[in-house]
């Protein structure tokens, strides 16, 4: 196979295709600290595209609550056994070595297997293919937390306090990670899976399709799906429509997917970033996936061990046990989680920028404001600035404007009551 090189285990990896990049990538990062799992993404999501006859169990976006929820079941805890034992057999004992961090590996070099390497002889990419019962619903144990150990009456005398609350869970949200090397796409024989050069999204093409199912059983995050009805494989498209800005809503510009656009909690920030011919992101300082993602570095992949690059990034859970967050999504945590407690000034402007348009945002600006707080963060001084940030879509127009500190809407007494 040919080696490509994948930034985020930082050094080069095998892969059945030599590597070929998009001009953009498609890149979303999801804030797990803001999910209120209400599952309107999943709902609207749902509505757009899967709501015909063969999909009814197809939810391409789906909210689930870890540790124990998974869609399909066990999906995560079974792809890691996999790999787990395919490291045994190999003798091979993986590990992060954090001293090699730097520019082009900012989580340092994992020295394990990823998912193409550990394949088997007849294999291209090591997988498993879901029972049928494992589909069969999206929301197994929601909302259902570890062990709790209480006092009399069920309550602790000790409460709930960071770094890691006694129970716990949090919701992991979900689509198509869009990989940059993506399982899915090696594993088809019929070679009907391909990336788009324009904005890196992953499709299956409908007409090439037998409906195989090796995209669904290499699949790690299992976002490959097959339909009966049609007997093809269908996966989530990116709303691709409205990425190109043929939406009617757009006015000609890049829009952010159904499921981002629709979220209350305003977890989510989705985008397009320019990508050079050796496949790293070109450097743009302003755009803010790029400041998220390789500045600030809050926003990381999910199992990047499994080697397949994904491109949608999770600022983690301030509250869920360190390792546990260190095996989803690698050794970069603990540094994510202390940044996004007590953000840089510049880093909490960004934050702002989520959900507040449909337009893709492309660059942003911050106006400096006044000091409004001053206060002790992890033992030491944090000081908070009411700055304006500004947001501007694929044209280099003002899309949005906010300050740090939400404005306050008092309304007049001869309107006390809305009705």
């Known amino acids: ?65 870890k540790p124990y929820g998974s869609y399909p079941q066990h999906w995560d805890v079974k792809a890691l056994k996999l790999l787990d034992e395919a490291h045994q057999a190999a003798g091979v004992r993986p590990n992060w070595d954090r001293t090699q961090a730097n520019a082009k590996a900012p989580y340092g070099v994992y020295n394990g297997l990823t998912l193409t390497e550990a394949a088997g002889p007849n ?114 498209v990116g709303c691709y429509p409205r990425v190109e800005g043929s939406d009617p809503l757009s006015d000609g ?6 499921c981002m656009a629709v979220c209350p909690g305003k977890i989510r920030l989705n985008g397009l970033v320019e990508v ?30 499994f080697g397949t690059e994904p491109n949608i990034y999770y600022i983690p859970p301030r509250w869920a046990p360190r390792a546990y967050l260190r095996q989803m999504f690698g050794p ?12 840089s000034r510049e880093l909490l402007a960004v934050l702002q920028l989520f959900r507040t348009t449909q337009k893709m945002i492309f660059r942003f600006e911050i106006e400096e404001g006044p000091l409004v707080r001053e206060v002790e963060v992890n033992g ?16 280099g127009r003002e899309a949005v404007r906010l300050s740090v500190v939400e404005p306050l809407y008092e309304r007049p007494a001869e309107r006390l009551n809305s009705i």
Not at 189 to 196: D, H, L, S
Not at 380 to 395: E, H, L, P, R, S
Request: glycine fraction near 6%; proline fraction near 7%; include cysteine.
């Open 1 to 65: 196979m040919p080696d490509v090189y994948n930034w985020q285990i930082g050094r080069t990896m095998t892969y059945p295709y030599p590597e070929a990049h998009p001009n953009r990538q498609f890149v979303a990062v999801f804030n797990i600290n803001r999910c209120i799992g209400c599952q309107t993404c999943t709902g609207a999501c749902k509505a757009t595209w899967t709501f015909s006859r063969g999909q009814e169990y197809m939810w391409w976006n789906n909210v689930e609550t």
């Open 123 to 236: 294999e291209v990419v090591l997988g498993y293919l879901p029972t049928e019962a494992e589909w069969r619903s999206p929301n197994f144990y929601e909302d259902t937390s570890t062990a709790y150990k209480g006092g009399p009456f069920g309550l602790s005398p000790n409460g709930a306090a960071l770094p890691e609350h006694q129970a716990w869970f949090f919701y992991l949200m979900r689509i198509c990670n869009h990989c940059t090397y993506p399982a899915c796409l090696a594993a088809c024989p019929r070679k009907a899976i391909y990336k788009r050069e324009e904005d890196g999204i992953v499709l299956i093409d409908q007409e090439r399709c037998r409906g195989y199912r090796k995209c669904v059983e290499a699949c790690p995050y299992k976002k490959s799906m097959y339909r009966g009805t049609t007997q093809v494989s269908e996966k989530c």
């Open 253 to 258: 510009v890049p829009m952010e997917t159904r």
């Open 276 to 305: 050079a011919e050796d496949g790293s992101w070109v450097e743009t300082p302003h755009h803010p996936l790029y400041y998220l993602v390789r500045i600030a570095q809050v926003a990381l992949p999910l199992y990047p061990q």
């Open 332 to 343: 970069g945590v603990d540094q994510a989680i202390e940044r996004y407690i007590a953000p």
């Open 380 to 395: 030491k001084a944090w000081q908070m600035y009411n700055d304006t940030v500004i947001g501007f879509d694929a044209k």
